[in-house]
């Protein structure tokens, strides 16, 4: 088997041994030069062709496989991106039904809220209501009680002006002896 740095060598050895060197059959002088050059290129490339067709074949079926393995590994990768693209598409068009889902979670939680708020300002207006209530009947009791305190005083200082002014000498003697009589009686 020939090595790679032989076959250059021996490659570059062939052109010129037959550049210079006509064959012997043709050197019957009635052929032209141009021919004998035709003739020893066809030979070089024969031989050129024999001593370098196994190690090309080996090297384009590795380049092929490589370009293969290169297509498939494309391939497969290609198939990701669109899967991946697929799940992104399909992600983004749940993308709108979720936001919509959000959107009226968060409106369903504001009614919520308005309406705890609301109850919570009717139970606060109401203990509002019967604290005022307490409060008025509390001012009413007072006033009921200051309005009997201030009738009672008027009526005793009424009373009084009465019995003076109708009040004789008499009667007040009179009653000071009854009155005496009644304190005897129960001491």
Known sequence: MIRTNQLSSFALFVPAFFSHTPLPLLAGGGVSPAVAKLVNLIIFLGILFYLIRKPAKEFFATRLAQVRATLQQAAKEKEAATAKMAELDTRLSRLDSELAEIKSQAQREAAAERERLQA???RDAEKIRATAQREIEAAKQIALTELRDFAATKSVD???????RELNPEDDARLLKRMSEEMSKVS
């Open 158 to 164: 009424l009373a009084e002006q009465i019995i003076r």
């Open 120 to 122: 919570e300002a009717v």
